[in-house]
């Protein structure tokens, strides 16, 4: 059984992106945790980022369809704040979908307190750094345990 984590748009730049927002670790570093963190719960990870939409859309779409997931951990960046498509993605399958930022949109500009993704989301968790994708493992691993 696996994990599919998300990563959106930008989050490539991870580690020297506005470090005093986001963090040093790098896309790289997340995505080790996150093996990790799956790892001590038996269960695998496979790891995407784009900066598209649509190969989001398209991911969300391979990871319903795929029986070994259990959940997806999704940090769609900016798109977070504008995707009907994404949001109709996740409407359109059965997936429990954990929504991670590093920052607290809550905490920044106006235009990023509104989450599409939100209403369809098993949980969020914003404003924890990298730690928030442990959190959304454990969440997705124990939920089923
Ligand atoms: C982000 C927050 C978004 O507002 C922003 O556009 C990002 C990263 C975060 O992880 O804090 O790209 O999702």
Redesign the pocket.
């Known amino acids: 059984r696996r994990i599919v984590v998300l990563n959106?748009?930008?989050?490539n730049l991870l580690g020297t992106r506005e470090p005093h927002?986001?963090g040093s670790s790098t896309l790289a570093d997340v995505e080790a945790l996150c093996a990790r963190a799956a790892g001590e719960h038996d269960l695998q990870v496979t790891c995407r980022q784009s900066n598209h939409e649509g190969v989001l859309v398209d991911a969300l779409h391979e990871a319903a369809a795929d029986e070994e997931v259990v959940g997806v951990v999704l940090?769609?960046?900016?798109?977070?704040?504008t995707s009907v498509a994404l949001l109709d993605a996740v409407r359109a399958t059965d997936l429990a979908v954990v929504e991670?930022?590093?920052?607290?949109?809550h905490a920044?500009e106006s235009f990023?307190h509104t989450s599409y993704l939100s209403p369809v989301a098993v949980a969020v968790i914003?404003?924890a750094g990298v730690h928030?994708y442990r959190y959304a493992i454990d969440l997705l691993a124990t939920r089923r345990e």
Not at 8 to 11: A, E, Q, R
Not at 75 to 81: R, S
Not at 100 to 105: E, T
């Open positions: 959106g748009p930008n989050l927002i986001y940090n769609a960046g900016a798109y977070t704040h991670v930022h590093l920052s607290n949109p920044r990023r914003a404003g928030g």
